[in-house]
């Protein structure tokens, strides 16, 4: 069956330190790998994607994911967060075949000072 | 910059009622997707359209229906609104460039059902 499964619901950590919100896809099919990301009382805004090539991605504020395909994940990770990255981070995967995006059900990050 | 409007930010409506949630986008995207959000379940898609008049059930489209009448606009209708309802639908389009296509999303509606 195909899922994504964000494992932690809510990541408490204080300004400056890094974080990692992990993210794990069940798949037959390649696929297409998302994060979005929703600030409170606001829609969601694409945070960065993979598509092909490298398996690094980076988003211009700093975050940054890697696909493993072996290990069927696509953590996201930021060095040094600040308070303004406090929002929920949802993973999102389009299994190849099917144009829907199949999302996890959220990590609440909360930056705290 | 691509823009996808709701009519509605909050929305208060009796049980029973029939409810219209609209939504726009500018960007001549031919996928639209409506959307449910609630707390520890993720976004669950409710129906996509992928062309005018044309519409294909999500994962849970029970006591939902759907319009698109025209390119733009993707509608959502609830024929008799019910208490497990209330919920945030959040509206989004894509292109059609290719599965890896960015979905651009909405502010959402905070639907109340009394």
């Known amino acids: 069956a195909q899922s994504v499964t964000q494992l932690d619901s809510q990541v408490p950590v204080f300004e400056e330190a890094p974080v990692e919100l992990r993210c794990n896809y069940s798949?037959?099919?390649?696929?297409?790998l998302f994060w979005y990301v929703q600030y409170p009382n606001q829609g969601l805004q694409l945070l960065l994607k993979y598509l092909s090539g490298s398996t690094l991605v980076e988003s211009i504020n700093g975050f940054e994911a890697e696909f493993n395909k072996s290990q069927t994940s696509f953590h996201l990770r930021k060095p040094s967060v600040h308070i303004s990255d406090t929002a929920e981070y949802f993973c999102a995967v389009n299994f190849r075949g099917n144009y829907k995006l199949t999302f996890g059900k959220g990590t609440l990050l909360t930056v705290n000072p | 910059d691509v823009k996808v409007t709701q009519s509605s930010r909050y929305l208060v409506k009796r049980t029973g009622e029939k409810v219209f949630l609209e939504c726009v986008q500018d960007m001549d995207h031919e996928n639209m997707f409506w959307y449910r959000q609630d707390p520890g379940l993720g976004l669950r898609l409710i129906y996509f359209s992928y062309d005018v008049k044309m519409k294909e059930k999500g994962d849970i489209p029970e006591g939902y229906s759907v319009s698109r009448e025209k390119k733009e606009r993707f509608s959502l209708i609830l024929e008799s609104a019910s208490t497990n309802q209330t919920s945030m639908y959040l509206c989004?389009?894509?292109?059609?460039?290719?599965?890896?296509?960015?979905?651009?999303f909405g502010p959402g509606t905070r639907l109340t059902v009394l």
């Open positions: 798949s037959s099919v390649s696929v297409y």
């Open positions: 989004a389009s894509s292109g059609f460039g290719g599965q890896g296509d960015e979905q651009f």
